[in-house]
């Protein structure tokens, strides 16, 4: 995978700053999305704000997001996507547009995808 350039939060509060970081090799059930829009919703506020106890820092908010398939893990083949499509994710499901039918991905790994037409 290409390094990644995001914005973060550091800590609690904290203001969003140039995040730079390498995810590592695509593993078998990796899909690489370049995004082109991202959405931030309340839930990513509170997630900035430790509101819910859990977080952990450096943080990179923003679950919603609109992009293309760069990259294919080898399981990830065979699961209907293809490097250049353009996708949706919101949260754990996806959202897959295609020039007819729209998928959305329920749940993901490297044995089984669930899938329902929308």
Same mark, same amino acid.
């Given at each position: 995978?290409?390094?990644?350039? *995001?914005?973060? %939060?550091? =800590? %609690? ?18 899909? =690489?999305?370049?995004?082109?829009y991202c959405g931030i919703c309340h839930s990513d506020l509170s997630m900035i704000d430790n =509101?819910?106890?859990? *977080? ?11 992009? &293309?398939?760069?990259? !294919?893990? *080898? %399981?990830?083949?065979?699961?209907? !996507? ?6 949706? !994710?919101?949260?754990? &499901? ?8 729209v998928l959305a991905v329920i749940r993901s790994t490297a044995s089984k995808v669930r899938c329902? &037409? !929308?």
């Amino acid at each position: 995978m290409s390094m990644i350039k *995001s914005y973060a %939060a550091k =800590e %609690a509060g904290g203001e969003l700053e140039v995040y730079e970081y390498d995810p590592g090799e695509l593993k078998p059930q990796d899909v =690489e999305v370049q995004v082109d829009y991202c959405g931030i919703c309340h839930s990513d506020l509170s997630m900035i704000d430790n =509101e819910w106890g859990f *977080s952990q820092y450096p943080l990179v908010a923003g679950h919603e997001v609109i992009g &293309r398939v760069v990259a !294919l893990g *080898s %399981a990830a083949q065979d699961k209907g !996507l293809q490097v250049g499509q353009r996708v949706g !994710l919101a949260g754990r &499901r996806v959202a897959v547009v295609t020039a007819t039918p729209v998928l959305a991905v329920i749940r993901s790994t490297a044995s089984k995808v669930r899938c329902r &037409r !929308l």
